[in-house]
């Protein structure tokens, strides 16, 4: 890759065509936590996905880390047979999978004892030599988060956070959660930070590597015309949803723990609200884009401990129908306590403080056994300040939106009124609507697909910085302290295959809104 297409993809990289002359250089990639969920649901199949595209160094390999004893053999079966069930491997594609299965390797150590990481490194010199992969080393830490801290600094301590020449790279991906509160992410940060410098450390949020996500920033920033009307003039208020229909499934012991707080807000709604709410950075870049987002976070006004019953509603699912068939309540759930007071609902009203968005609410909500598997950004404008048509009541008009639909019937529509054809003049909403599969066809790509690929090339546009995630903790921490100690805030339960508990409704109702039925 020569120095100017390096610097075409630096300063145009929504432009793909040029982004994908450029291969990542040949490297090892370790992965933390190999026998776990993430590695076959989500990581090989997103790997394999570059491998189909032709978008892997040849030079490159894979190693599994995780304590259970097996064989590179052993790993390479478990893996195709994974590939089968979450991958949708075929059968014509045996000589690609070969040729990718042959870089696949299994090294057995248990990652939170020091001792164990001069065989890691041992191996990881013998494989480098081997695949010709020239010292480029990628960790990816998929393990429980217990584990990260330890396993940074065990990496530390024998040197594999250092590239061995000027010209090498290492660099780290970190799963969530990323800390449990603001003290544990500050903790966590600067044990990581310890070790490896800031440039390496890649915090992954998988909705940051969805198409429509990216689409969010192109739509504001690559258009003229809706940026001009994108701020408080225009803007009524804004609600961004992320439902589910499912319910905790086998992950109940953790999401006692977690919470739709932590599970979801923390993390992928504030994201989806900061590339909502952000200035247009001046390049499209790591730095330029998140300093935008930072600042947007920054003016977020903190709901405190005793306002938390004003500004958040919490809910638990209890039994119901979802999708035609009985579902049993979160309390029913394996790993789950009868008592438990985990939200798996959160509704919440933010503010921002700056001159674009002043007194244009934010409305934020998330929660599993929803009716409807949705996740999109309604952007609500405000009527027209003049009544012209008085033969329609004033409240039946309806106000303009856009609603940008991440998931799933990926899409954007915008919604205005139209005359209805006759001799009266009656109106109705109408929808302009653009969706992904017809205008592209195809199948959207993994979000972890785009995000491992923009890690190898060492782009971190698309990843969390340190103080952003330092920033939304220090939103959510006091939410969840006034969750525990106002007396006014309580945990709301609503029928599994519902929108929330009703007092959700309440939150909006008071500033005379409503949620959106996606
Ligand atoms: C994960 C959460 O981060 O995101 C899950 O831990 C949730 O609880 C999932 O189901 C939702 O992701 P997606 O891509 O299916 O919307």
Redesign the pocket.
Known sequence: MNDFKESVLQTNPLQEEVRMEKLPDPCVMVIFGASGDLTKRKLIPAIFDLARQGMLPSNFAIVGVARTPMTHDAFREYLAGAMKEFGGLQDSETALWDNFARGLYYVAIDPSVAEHFAQLKKELETIDAERGSSGNLLFYLSTPPSLYAPVTKNLGSIGLQRPRTPENWVRIIIE?PFGIDLSSARALNADVLEVFKEHQVYRID??LG?ETVQNLMVFRFANGIFEPIWNRTYIDHIQIT?A?T?GVES?GGYYEQAGAMR??IQ??MMQLFALTAMEPPVLFDAQQVRDEKQKVFQAIRPIKPEDVHKYSVRGQYAPGTVGGKSVSGYKEEKGVSKESVTETYVGLKFTIDNWRWADVPFYVRSGKRMPKRV?EIAVQFKKTPHHLFRTMPADSLDHNNIVIRI?PDEGISLRFSSKIPGSSMRMRPVTMDFRYGSSFGGRLAD?YTRLIFDCMLGDATLYARGDSVDVAWSLITPIHEGWKTNKNSKVYEYPAGTWGPKEADQLMKTDGRQWRLP
């Open positions: 969530k998988h909705y969805k992320a589910e499912v992950r599970d979801m993390n992928h996740t998931q979000a």
